[in-house]
């Protein structure tokens, strides 16, 4: 057979991977700062663009598709070409996904900031970005398409599947999550309302975890494990196991993020099963991965790379055994709300993707720079600091988790609620600190692996297209005369897709249809009202503010909660809300029945500075809102938008709406005029107040047998 | 408290958590069944593959 010749290309591995560098450590900075707010509110800056409402979006987009991102596209674009054989397909290809993939990050960072946000979590990028994403993922997955079809080697590793399921799901969720109504360039109202557009962002919100921190991860697990450890995978029959078990059973887990809300029952219970099943292919994967290591662990206390790429793997173990127990009903009624959710997250964020990350990079400079690393010495010490870094962390959160849950649900003899909400904030002062030591101990790590990675890139020289050879695929394949169906699509690389797309389109739709098809069946409310044009107004300040990051919409039906806020959520409630804002955190209190709690004054004086209202508050101050005039002209187009999404306003309303937000405005400035607050009626904080007044105030308003009704 | 408010009345609703367990079992029952009949040198070989010095 004729052997060829050919290069691959390290190029494109190295921008991606000093991306990936620099990613990392602006998205971790912006992750220490909202740490940092929580300790010491001076640091929001009192500036629009800096305040924890918008940072955290900031840090969350930023580490998740800015450094986990391009370190997928690093380590898929080293371990393809040798995998396959085969150059990548097209370096203009790689070229416009490089480029394009930088430009939306820079994209997102300067919207974000704006305060340009559509409010769904981890999905908070504005149209234009989101067609960008599109186009450029498509760009993705041509160029690994074509390089797949002119590959040199006939069997599609482990890995790949892993990479193409990652194309296939994550194209499919970005589109569906995505699907808004443009009211202007930088804003637009989610498709879905209320319960579905809840079911469709956790559908997609878990699955961004799923198909990109956990899928791609797998696939450079391995590769680049075997790779670093120069033995093949412990067992390959497991691999693929895991691969279908895991792509499976993932799509269907969205719901365990809605556990006790106003999300059918019986979607929840789905979601319940579904996530403690995935246990078994989860372990199966890190088992894999340890177990690739049997007899070599000796090699584990000389290598670096194996000591950032075993402590991911068992990060992986962690935070994918602690996955299903928290999706466990009973748990979940105990963690949800609290920053044990977050601790759970940053074991695998910073466990799992982090120091795989740099293992790769630890692995991967000095290998195309032709180099030793600059500094193993100080890459030890990395794993040290970062090991620590990561303990430090997720400690004090678990503890603080656990302490809220219990402060806000227990009761004295009396049949009191023990503790106010403000306790279990000013409580969580010395928890919030160490976590910001550990974060910042974790970037500190990751500072010293850039300065130790430039070093080394220094002192080596780069080769930039790497000669291999390999002989041709032939064109006609003799199978075997026993072959199997399986090994029938180890090779085909089309159909693999399709198969894993039907495997995950299945999970999804059984999850999703049944809630819109019997959109009629939710339970209306008659009192339940479109928002008048002052509170939608004022309701997409709240969304720009990013208050969901931290207060809740959702009263879920415990005692506990329904003595502190009131009756519990329903989900006829929400049947105008475009998008849904229930919120994943409670930093701050629950804010779905909010509506007429205090008067209006109060929230003048709470948004100007919230200490004056609440003494020991740790939200930012909002002073531009009492400054800033309400963009008036965009009345007509979002309530326009919002007919076109069956908000029943009444035929032409779109015309009249400037009217009745003048009025209701007027009468919002003469309320708080009465309290020796001289304000004008179309200043910013006038329409949040209306919407802020608006919550939880129809189910107020509800008959009691209507309400009675739905609470059986 | 109970959400029995929402979706309940939808007739067969049922058949959609069984269906998807049913297709969810037998294709797990097929790979698993494949992985174990597989042959052990053509897994060997594959497994192989990253290793590969040719680079």
Redesign the interface.
């Given at each position: 057979m004729e052997i060829e010749k050919f290069q691959?290309d390290n190029k494109i591995v190295k921008q991606f991977a000093y991306a990936t560098m620099l990613w990392g450590v602006v998205g971790m900075i912006a992750g220490l700062l909202a740490a940092l707010q929580l300790v010491f509110p001076a640091t929001n800056l009192e500036l629009p663009y800096t305040t924890f409402g918008r940072v955290r979006p900031i840090h969350t987009n930023a580490v998740i598709f800015a450094f986990v991102g391009n370190g997928i596209f690093m380590g898929v674009y080293y371990?393809l070409q040798?995998?396959l054989?085969a150059r990548m397909f097209s370096d203009f290809l790689s070229k416009i996904h490089f480029w394009g993939w930088q430009l939306i990050i820079v994209l997102a960072a300067i919207s974000l900031a704006l305060g340009k946000t559509t409010g769904k979590e981890y999905a908070e990028l504005e149209w234009p970005i989101d067609i960008l994403i599109t186009i450029i993922w498509v760009v993705f997955g041509w160029n690994m398409f074509g390089t797949i079809i002119k590959r040199r080697?006939r069997?599609l590793?482990v890995?790949i599947w892993f990479y193409i399921a990652t194309f296939v799901t994550v194209a499919m969720l970005h589109i569906v999550n995505s699907i808004e109504i443009p009211v202007s360039l930088w804003k637009s109202y989610s498709w879905y309302a209320g319960?579905q557009d809840a079911l469709v962002q956790w559908w997609y919100g878990h699955n961004a975890v799923a198909f990109f921190l956990t899928t791609p991860y797998l696939g450079l697990m391995?590769?680049f494990l075997?790779?670093a450890a120069?033995?093949?995978?412990y067992s390959?029959?497991?691999s693929?196991?895991h691969f279908?078990?895991l792509i499976?059973?993932y799509i269907?887990a969205g719901p365990h993020h809605l556990l006790y809300t106003?999300?059918?029952?019986?979607a929840q219970?789905?979601g319940v099963?579904f996530s403690i099943m995935l246990i078994a292919p989860s372990w199966g994967g890190m088992i894999n991965g340890l177990l690739t290591l049997r007899g070599a662990w000796d090699k584990v206390r000389d290598d670096v790379v194996l000591k950032f790429l075993v402590v991911a793997v068992t990060a992986y173990g962690m935070a994918t055994f602690e996955g299903p127990l928290l999706s466990i009903k009973s748990i979940n009624a105990i963690s949800h709300f609290t920053d044990w959710t977050v601790a759970h997250v940053h074991v695998g964020a910073l466990g799992w993707n982090g120091f795989l990350t740099f293992g790769i990079l630890y692995w991967i400079i000095p290998k195309m720079f032709r180099t030793n690393l600059f500094s193993v010495k100080l890459a030890n010490m990395h794993f040290w600091i970062g090991t620590l870094g990561i303990i430090l962390y997720a400690v004090p959160m678990y503890w603080a988790g656990i302490m809220q849950s219990l402060m806000w649900k227990e009761f004295t003899p009396e049949g009191q609620l023990k503790w106010q909400f403000m306790d279990s904030v000013t409580k969580m002062a010395p928890f919030y600190a160490a976590r910001a030591l550990g974060g910042a101990l974790f970037l500190i790590g990751a500072i010293m692996m850039c300065y130790n990675l430039i070093k080394t890139v220094k002192q080596g020289s780069f080769l930039a297209n790497?000669e291999?050879?390999?002989p041709a695929l032939s064109k006609t394949f003799h199978a075997h005369s026993k072959d199997?169906?399986?090994?029938w699509i180890?090779r085909r690389p089309v159909q693999l897709m399709v198969l894993s797309l039907v495997?995950v389109i299945?999970?999804g739709v059984?999850e999703i249809v049944?809630?819109f098809?019997?959109k009629s069946?939710?339970?209306t409310i008659s009192s339940v009202k479109p928002y008048t044009p002052l509170e939608l107004q004022g309701r997409d300040i709240y969304v720009r503010e990013g208050c969901y990051t931290c207060h809740s919409q959702m009263v879920r039906?415990f005692r506990s909660e329904t003595s502190r806020y009131g009756e519990?959520s329903?989900?006829g409630e929400f049947v105008y809300d475009h998008p849904f804002q229930w919120g994943s955190k409670r930093t701050g209190p629950d804010l779905a029945r909010l509506g007429g709690k205090y008067p209006d004054s109060w929230h003048y004086n709470h948004m100007l500075d919230p200490t004056s209202m609440s003494p020991g508050s740790i939200m930012p101050t909002y002073p531009w809102l009492l400054d800033d005039k309400v963009d008036v002209s965009s009345t007509v187009g979002k309530i326009k938008a919002m007919m076109k999404l069956g908000v029943p306003y009444p035929e032409g309303y779109e015309n009249k709406a400037a009217a009745d937000m003048q009025k209701q405005a007027e009468e919002i400035a003469a309320n708080l005029k009465k309290d020796g607050i001289q304000t004008v009626a179309d200043k910013e904080i006038v329409a949040l107040i209306a919407y802020l007044q608006k919550l939880g105030k129809d189910l107020k308003a509800a008959p009691k047998e209507e309400v009675a009704?739905?609470?059986? | 408290?109970?959400?029995?408010?929402?979706?309940e009345?939808?007739t067969g609703?049922g058949i959609?958590?069984l269906?998807?367990f049913m297709?969810?079992f037998v294709?797990?029952l097929?790979?698993?069944l494949?992985?174990?009949?597989?042959d052990k040198t053509?897994?060997?070989k594959?497994?192989?593959?990253?290793?590969?010095i040719?680079?």
């Open positions: 691959y371990s040798r995998l054989k080697e069997h590793y890995a319960v391995y590769y075997p790779k120069n033995r093949p995978v390959y029959r497991l693929i196991i279908w078990a499976f059973l269907w106003a999300v059918p029952d019986w219970s789905l099963v790497e291999a050879e390999a199997h169906w399986h090994r180890e495997v299945i999970g059984i049944p809630t098809l019997v069946n939710i339970p039906p519990y329903k989900a009704k739905l609470t059986n | 408290m109970k959400f029995i408010n929402y979706l009345s939808i609703i959609y958590p269906t998807s297709i969810f294709f797990f097929g790979v698993a494949y992985v174990i009949k597989a053509y897994l060997k594959v497994s192989q593959i990253p290793l590969d040719n680079e």
